[in-house]
Every structure is written in structure tokens, then in C-alpha cells.
């Protein structure tokens, strides 16, 4: 979320905008699935048409045209099919109003804006927060003068970062009380032997702990608006200020959760692959990297090796992590008897799959290059934790930057891989 400087501001209200998609001259309503799939089938089998006569004809600047604008098609339908499974996954589609559900506590809201537009009825806030049971990361007020957000808006901020953020959406979500979460782990070093009736049992080794502490770090905004626009806007105040947090502390999740430092922020799954700087981290050691047979670029046996490196207990549930970039290359390839490896979603709530597994887009993952890591395959609920401390915090500010009024707005989120044996990465060879 940018900073607002005096004279530049400049406020969209929150509207619903239609949306459409537009492939191989049709529009689809990208809020009808049937339209969308229906589409996409047709997309899908005119790539494959155009593909193969690319691949025959070798080298044809306008063959090679018409694949890479079909193939963005079918990207395109794929992707508004996958925010629709997204909004599945979180329970969200087809909620009333703006898709969240959020409970019904109009009184407390009607306070919020209050506090908002005004900063004033602070006992109102305080008497409300007394009223009944809320969230549990919705504790109240603290000396300082700043209030927790509304469970209404921590709710659907919450809800909106599962859906955008695709690493939040499938890894564990641990949330705490406390400053970090530590997480035990045995060496497995249990030792056992066979023994006669009567002969003797000498010790054997007895296995030992180790611990892996995940701390947080913590994302913030600063918007700044202008008092006027506070007073006598009639947009939702909610809505407006939790769709800027949305989408900033999104993205800002999405490039941890991949390659985080751990410096004030997650550590990244990257981070702990073969070769990476977290790869002595975990006592049961780094995710293997499954390298391509081909330099520099992506291979169809590569999907398959690494599908069949992964432990058969975390099967059921991994799934190929690549953006969308890697997911085009991936189109392309065929199996030994002709058939294309990957396949469109065929209904509402099914992803797209790639060599039968289940394709999710991460816009933050490496694209193809040489020793690059452009995919994961394996089961990220398994893998990845995110540690959330506490909802939303937001601070009213209107004395250091006058006229206008600022919103500090705070998260604490941690993450990093607490078993790395779930996970294969999927590595393009150097050379």
C-alpha cells in the first residue's frame, strides 16, 4: 500500500466491475463456470490442434502466432476457473454481499465507521467489545489509542488472504498466542535387536530431540486519506480499507512464503531445497531437488520423475506448484503415446492437472531458466506452515501528517518448512 501524498489522493469506490474473458473471439462471463469450462474445452482442443501443426511444420511464424494466442486463451479460462475454485476452497462463493461471510453485528460496524470517519465514541467501541463473544483474535483496545479491527473486517480479510494467496490457501495455518511456534523432533534413532530366551539385553540407542522455532515477523500499511473524504464519503469504509489491506499483505505473503529470509519475515520453501540457504536447517534435511535431463529448459520426463519421487503416503494430497509462465511451457508436452500432460479443469472446483496431478498457480515461483526452480510437487499441507499471531490491527493516526488521517494497519505472520520429506522441487538443469 503506497503512501498518499497531500493533493494526489484519489479514492475508487468499492463497485462490483464486470468481468470478461476474451479467447479466440468469444467473451465469457467469468462469473458463470459453465460458460468457462465450456470454453475452455473449446480452447483447449483448438491448442492442441494448432500445436500439433507447429510441431510438424518446425519453424512457421504465423503457426507459432496462433499457438501462443490460443494457448493465452486457454490460460485465461483456466485462471477465472481457478479463482472460482479458490473462492470454493474458501468458502466464500456465493455468500451475500461482497462474498465474505462475515456475521451480522451491525452495532459494533456502525461504531467502527464512526471511529473511522471520526475517531470518536471510544466507550461506544469499548461497550460493544463488553456485549457478547467475538473472534478470538479480536481482543479489544490497547493503551495507545488503537482498536482491533471489527470481527466483520478481520473476518474478511483473513478470507480474502486465503483465497488470493495460493501457499496460504493449501499449507498448514497454525495460529498462536505466544511470541513464536516451536515444533520437537526425534532423530528416529531407536535401536532393537533379536534375543534368545534366556540371553541377555544389553541397551540399545534410545533416540534424541531436537527443535525448530518459527517466529513472526510482521507486514504493515500506512494509508493516509483525507478528513473531508472521511467525513462525507458514502463508500464502505470496511470494504475500501480491507481490500487495500487485501491486496498489499497478499503480495507481500506470496514473495515470503516463496523466498523469505526470515529476516523479520517467513522463510521460503525455496530456501530449504538441495543447494539453498535453509538447506541444513531441518533435522530430517533439505527437499530434494529432482534436476531436468534438458539444459537450460523443461522436460516431459522431469513431470513424471518427480510425481514418482515423492513418498506414496503424501500422494493423495500433492499437488505441482508452478506460475503461470511454467504452466504454458508444461502445455506443450505430450507422453509417449501422444497425449498432452496437461488437461483443463473439466468441472467448477477442479483444478487443471499436469500428468494427472493437480496444477496450483503461485505467480511468486521462479519462471524456466537455467538452474532455476520453476515447480514444486508434493503435499504443501505436509510441508509448509504459516504461523499466524493475531488478526488485524489497525492504529488511527491523525496527528503526523495533516490534514489527512492514517490507518497503521499491522499483521504478524510467520512460515517455514517443518517436513521437508512431503516436497520435491523440480530443478532445470544448468547445463
Not at 471489527?150 to 483473513?158: A, G, K, L, Q, Y
Not at 525448530?212 to 507486514?219: I, K, N, P, Q
Not at 469504509?237 to 515470503?256: H, I, K
Not at 508444461?330 to 496437461?342: H, I, S, V
Amino acid at each position: 500500500m503506497k503512501h498518499i501524498a497531500p493533493g494526489s489522493f484519489a479514492l475508487a469506490t468499492a463497485m462490483p466491475v464486470p468481468r470478461a474473458i476474451s479467447g479466440l473471439g468469444v467473451r465469457a462471463d467469468a462469473s458463470d463456470p459453465k460458460v468457462i469450462l465450456a470454453e475452455l474445452k473449446k480452447s483447449f482442443e483448438a491448442f492442441k490442434e494448432a500445436n500439433d501443426a507447429a510441431l510438424k511444420a518446425k519453424a512457421d511464424v504465423v503457426v507459432d502466432e496462433k499457438v501462443t494466442r490460443i494457448d493465452a486463451a486457454v490460460g485465461n479460462f483456466q485462471a477465472a476457473l481457478d479463482e472460482i475454485n479458490a473462492k470454493l476452497a474458501a468458502g466464500t462463493l456465493g455468500s451475500p454481499g461482497d462474498g465474505n461471510d462475515r456475521p451480522q453485528d451491525q452495532a459494533y460496524t456502525d461504531r467502527w465507521n464512526a471511529f473511522m470517519r471520526h475517531g470518536t465514541d471510544e466507550a461506544g467501541l469499548r461497550a460493544a467489545n463488553r456485549e457478547g463473544p467475538r473472534a478470538a483474535m479480536t481482543a479489544g483496545s490497547n493503551p495507545d489509542g488503537g482498536y482491533l479491527a471489527p470481527v466483520e473486517w478481520d473476518r474478511s480479510i483473513t478470507l480474502r488472504l486465503k483465497e488470493i494467496s495460493p501457499i496460504r490457501q493449501n499449507a498448514f495455518v497454525q495460529p498462536i498466542t505466544g511470541a513464536g511456534f516451536r515444533k520437537l523432533y526425534s532423530d528416529r534413532n531407536v535401536g532393537s535387536g533379536w534375543v534368545g530366551e534366556t540371553a541377555s539385553r544389553p541397551a540399545t540407542t534410545t533416540p534424541t530431540l531436537s527443535v525448530l522455532d518459527f517466529a513472526t515477523g510482521e507486514m504493515y500499511a500506512f494509508p493516509f486519506v483525507t478528513r473531508t473524504i472521511l467525513e462525507d464519503s458514502e463508500v464502505n469504509l470496511e470494504d475500501w480499507l480491507g481490500g487495500e489491506v487485501e491486496t498489499e499483505f497478499s503480495r507481500q505473503e506470496g514473495v515470503a512464503f516463496i523466498a523469505g529470509d526470515g529476516v523479520n519475515k517467513p522463510f521460503g520453501i525455496l530456501t530449504y531445497v538441495t543447494g539453498g540457504p535453509n538447506a541444513a536447517k531441518h533435522p530430517f534435511g533439505a527437499i530434494k531437488a529432482v534436476v531436468t535431463g534438458d539444459a537450460a529448459k523443461l522436460s516431459a520426463d522431469s513431470f513424471i520423475s518427480i510425481v514418482q519421487d515423492v513418498p506414496s503416503a503424501f500422494r493423495p494430497n500433492a499437488k505441482f506448484y508452478m506460475n503461470r509462465q511454467t504452466v504454458s511451457s508444461a502445455r506443450k508436452f505430450k507422453d509417449g503415446q501422444g497425449n498432452y500432460l496437461w488437461q483443463p479443469s473439466y468441472a467448477a472446483g477442479v483444478p487443471s492437472t499436469l500428468v494427472g496431478e493437480a496444477i496450483v498457480e503461485v505467480p511468486d515461483m521462479p519462471d524456466v531458466a537455467a538452474g532455476a526452480i520453476p515447480y514444486l510437487y508434493g503435499d504443501m499441507a505436509a510441508t509448509y506452515v504459516v504461523v499466524d499471531r493475531r488478526g488485524i490491527l489497525v492504529l488511527r493516526d491523525e496527528l503526523t501528517n495533516k490534514p489527512f488521517v492514517g490507518f497503521y494497519t499491522t499483521k504478524r505472520v510467520g512460515g517455514g518448512v517443518f517436513n521437508p520429506e512431503p516436497m520435491r522441487a523440480g530443478k532445470v538443469s544448468a547445463s
